[in-house]
């Protein structure tokens, strides 16, 4: 069985890593836990990895001259980060400072919260609420 505290890391490619750094580290706060760069292997990339001490995810970013894969992200992949209060405009300006741009996310995420988006296009969103997964109830 798996265990609920096993790492989650979730990874996405990026047409700029130095830029993708920027808003993750200078704008939300992340940390660079890992990076890998130059003297690659065909089929390797240049990757950041990035997440807080102590937590049990972090993002890989990968990018590089041997990217073969584009970012294509949608209006659906939303990163959601339940801050269980308001979320701080200070943040938001770092994040804008740092290459995002706010935009409107529609109905439930713009009553609950403020999406910022990256500069490859992916969606953070920022939530007012809390979340559990301890306090949910399964669903068939």
Do not use: K
């Amino acid at each position: 069985m798996i265990e609920p505290t096993v790492a989650v890391r979730i990874a996405r490619p990026s047409r700029d890593l130095a830029a993708a750094e920027r808003f993750y580290v200078d704008g939300l706060g992340l940390t660079v836990i890992w990076r890998t760069t130059g003297d690659l292997q065909p089929g390797e990339h240049d990757l950041i990895m990035l997440g807080w001490p102590g937590a049990t995810w972090h993002l890989e970013l990968v990018g590089g001259p041997n990217l073969t894969v584009e970012p294509s992200p949608t209006a659906a992949d939303l990163l959601v980060l339940y801050l269980a209060g308001p979320v701080d405009e200070a943040l938001i300006a770092r994040l804008e400072r740092a290459g995002g741009r706010r935009v409107a996310q529609g109905g439930y995420w713009d009553r609950w919260g403020v999406t910022v988006v990256d500069p490859d296009g992916y969606r953070l969103t920022l939530s007012t609420r809390s979340w559990s997964n301890g306090t949910t109830t399964p669903q068939p």
